[in-house]
């Protein structure tokens, strides 16, 4: 696992030679690319979402291209095409934006909900069907999407189906002060993503991700999982609660955490500091409750501290060496 968290640690401190400021959150997307998932970045323009996507792709060496997602946007604009070549008299099949390895899918909600469904066999499956052909997506393979929560002229929210395919959603909001300045300072003469070098190979990025689902996650912190997300599905201000695959997203993104921590097994902690990403956009408050403000975002931290974590639930496994017993605040040695 320490190998994990060095290269894991490179990694950060490379994406935050751009995005000052944000450690959680650039965390939280390493997270999602190590466990092969999607990441949607909710917030007002300005604030670093497209550059966190260039970043994480230069710091990879993974290939990169941005889909600005319009009205008048195609499904064949994203996924692709056949072309008929006059000169063979076949059809040749011209790849979209999406066959790359790190996709920006700016501005999601901007598109129609039919060029939107184009991305569900591709985010789920990692494959897309053009013409009846199947083409297999790169691996490793990430979107990360963008959109603005405040501006909703000519926008369609995204529907739940598609909502469910990100595995975290998270939002950077606006710098402090004193980083701002720092912003400022950076970008003097040029931007400081132009001097990005690849810290973390692409085939040390598929070995990180094979590694962390070897990373031991306790029965008891799985029937935490479990009971967390069951609880969003039965509060009395939600309509619709997170789907088992949020209690898979729950799951994997404890892993990598924990690796990216250098711990070879789960705590609850883990779970507790993932939960409001992955489970929030997942959850469909009633309209009733929406009147008077109640947040997705919300109902989960209620539920943290409602659900209580079941015993045991912090003790290390067997092969963890040194450590008898982990606590939230502490480690008890032998």
């Known amino acids: 696992m320490t190998r994990i968290q060095e290269t894991g640690d490179r990694v950060l401190a490379n994406v935050e030679r751009v995005i000052v400021g944000k450690h959680a959150e650039v965390r939280f997307a390493l997270v999602a690319l190590l466990c ?55 059809f040749e099949f011209r790849p979209g934006p999406i066959m790359s390895q790190v996709v920006l899918a700016d501005e999601i909600n901007r598109a129609t909900p039919k060029t939107q469904s184009s991305l569900l066999e591709c985010m789920e499956e990692r494959q897309a069907t053009v013409d009846g052909t199947t083409w297999q997506m790169p691996d490793p393979f990430l979107v990360i999407a963008t ?31 004193v980083e701002e300045v720092v912003i400022l300072d950076e970008q003097k003469r040029h931007h400081p993503i132009d001097e990005l070098a690849e810290v973390c190979s692409v085939d040390e990025l598929r070995e990180m991700q094979d590694s962390i689902r070897e990373i031991y996650v306790d029965p008891t912190v799985s029937d935490y999982i479990v009971r967390l997300v069951g609880a969003t599905r039965s509060h009395p201000d939600v309509y ?81 060496g040194t450590l008898r017993e982990v606590t939230p605040r502490s480690r008890v040695e032998e």
Request: proline share 8%; aromatic share 6%; hydrophobic share 40%.
């Open 147 to 177: 959109q603005n929560p405040i501006e909703y002229e000519g926008t369609f929210a995204l529907p739940e189906a598609q909502l469910d395919r990100f595995m975290l959603r998270i939002r950077l909001g606006y710098p402090q002060p």
């Open 36 to 90: 092969r998932g999607h990441l949607l970045i909710e917030d007002v323009p300005g604030t670093g979402k497209t550059v966190l996507a260039k970043a994480i792709a230069k710091s990879l060496g993974c290939s990169f291209r941005r889909i600005q997602f319009t009205p008048d946007l195609l499904p064949s604009d994203v996924t692709g095409l056949s072309i008929y070549n006059q000169k063979t008299q076949e």
């Open 240 to 320: 619709l609660g997170a789907s088992p695959r949020g209690s898979i997203a729950l799951y994997r993104a404890g892993q990598a955490l924990a690796g990216l921590l250098g711990r070879d097994y789960v705590i609850p902690d883990d779970v507790k500091a993932l939960a409001e990403s992955a489970l929030a956009h997942r959850i469909i408050v009633k309209t009733s409750s929406s009147i008077h403000d109640v947040q997705p975002a919300q109902i989960v931290r209620e539920l943290l501290e409602s659900v209580p974590v079941g015993p045991g639930a912090y003790a290390a496994p067997a092969h963890a």
